[in-house]
T-cell receptor, first 114, second 112 residues
Framework: AQSVTQPDIHITVSEGASLELRCNYSYGATPYLFWYVQSPGQGLQLLLKYFSGDTLVQGIKGFEAEFKRSQSSFNLRKPSVHWSDAAEYFCAVGPMNRDDKIIFGKGTRLHILP | GAVVSQHPSWVICKSGTSVKIECRSLDFQATTMFWYRQFPKQSLMLMATSNEGSKATYEQGVEKDKFLINHASLTLSTLTVTSAHPEDSSFYIC????????FGSGTRLTVV
């Protein structure tokens, strides 16, 4: 079955500290992987995506993610978080070549301590 | 980059009335758009896949007669919540695929 697991519902880090949000997936075909961020009452903004090539992907706002096929993981990282990074983060997986739906994880709420 | 415009951002309607939400791809053509519903503090739940020029594909448990989807052009899909009730109050988000999946800013629907 196709699924995305974000094991951490909430994560709290101090401002300036490093961050890693975990994402594991189960997908039958070669996956197209995404990380989105959502602020309260807003839509989803794409942080980064992995299609193929270099497994370390750079995104916006200083985020990066690493695709590890052997671990079926696509963890999101940031070396130093800012208070404005407090939001909900969603990992998602979808098909590469078809107009088919993507599957979302349940999300991780990031809290930043001053 | 690709932009998806969703309107209105919020709407309040009376119980029993219908509400239409628009989703437009501004700088690309989208043969397929997706409609999601999101409850507070939860993930996105796919309601239906909107296909230009054909009937939408609804997910299991979603009432197609209540949530009418029209995708009449390559840049516009609409979701109409018919005979709205308070339990339909939610955050609705559309998405369109270009090289990735671009999302609208969402519509907060409140039915009173």
């Amino acid at each position: 079955a196709q699924s995305v697991t974000q094991p951490d519902i909430h994560i709290t880090v101090s401002e300036g500290a490093s961050l890693e949000l975990r994402c594991n997936y189960s997908y039958g075909a070669t996956p197209y992987l995404f990380w989105y961020v959502q602020s309260p009452g807003q839509g989803l903004q794409l942080l980064l995506k992995y299609f193929s090539g270099d497994t370390l992907v750079q995104g916006i706002k200083g985020f990066e993610a690493e695709f590890k096929r052997s671990q079926s993981s696509f963890n999101l990282r940031k070396p130093s978080v800012h208070w404005s990074d407090a939001a909900e983060y969603f990992c998602a997986v979808g098909p590469m070549n078809r107009d088919d739906k993507i599957i979302f994880g349940k999300g991780t709420r990031l809290h930043i301590l001053p | 980059g690709a932009v998806v415009s969703q309107h209105p951002s919020w709407v309040i309607c009376k119980s029993g009335t219908s509400v239409k939400i628009e989703c437009r791809s501004l700088d690309f053509q989208a043969t397929t758009m997706f409609w999601y519903r999101q409850f507070p503090k939860q993930s996105l739940m796919l309601m239906a896949t909107s296909n230009e020029g054909s009937k939408a594909t609804y997910e299991q448990g979603v009432e197609k007669d209540k949530f009418l989807i029209n995708h009449a052009s390559l840049t516009l899909s609409t979701l109409t919540v018919t005979s709205a009730h308070p339990e339909d109050s939610s955050f609705y988000i559309c998405s369109a695929r270009d090289t990735g999946y671009t999302f609208g800013s969402g519509t907060r629907l409140t039915v009173v």
